[in-house]
């Protein structure tokens, strides 16, 4: 009996592409469950204001609730899905559908009456301006000869 070489990324390689294939047969055949849907967002600190963009593709404005208690922003909406016809043959469903919410702190105090929020292109927009007592104040320092 000859000596076999031991190639363990090989078989690494191997044990990989089988995980990948089982993942994909389980995750392609799952169903969509409502409570999956969670818009992407970005959020930007400013020295003046806070900026929220959330990604709500295909959600009309009207179904889009915004609210702002303390120094808690929080957004809720649904995403209504479409009616489908019995007749077509879909091959892949993988657009997700329902209601979502999602709720930031933003740790300081803003302006609840100034809060602005614009909607263009599937991006809901929300500018939240800090309270005055919020914002950076510089100090001078003196120097002392």
């Known amino acids: 009996m000859g000596l076999m070489r031991w190639r363990p990324f090989e078989e690494l390689m191997s044990l ?18 409502r409570e999956e849907f969670h818009p992407l967002t970005d959020i ?33 909406g649904e995403k209504k899905e479409e009616q489908r ?8 469903l993988e657009r997700c559908y329902g209601s979502f919410q999602r709720s930031f702190t933003l ?14 292109d599937g991006i809901l927009e929300v500018r939240v301006p800090k309270a005055e007592e919020a914002k950076p104040k510089p100090i001078k320092i003196k120097v002392e000869k």
């Open 107 to 120: 740790g300081v105090p803003v302006k609840a009456d100034e809060v602005k929020a614009t909607f263009k």
């Open 85 to 92: 016809s019995e007749k077509e043959n879909y091959l892949r």
């Open 16 to 33: 990989r592409r089988e995980m990948e294939r089982l993942f994909d047969e389980i995750f392609e055949r799952r169903p969509i469950r």
């Open 44 to 76: 930007v600190e400013t020295e003046n204001e806070f900026i929220v963009k959330m990604e709500l593709p295909g959600i009309n404005p009207d179904d889009v609730e915004i609210t702002l208690h303390g120094d808690t922003l929080t957004i809720r």
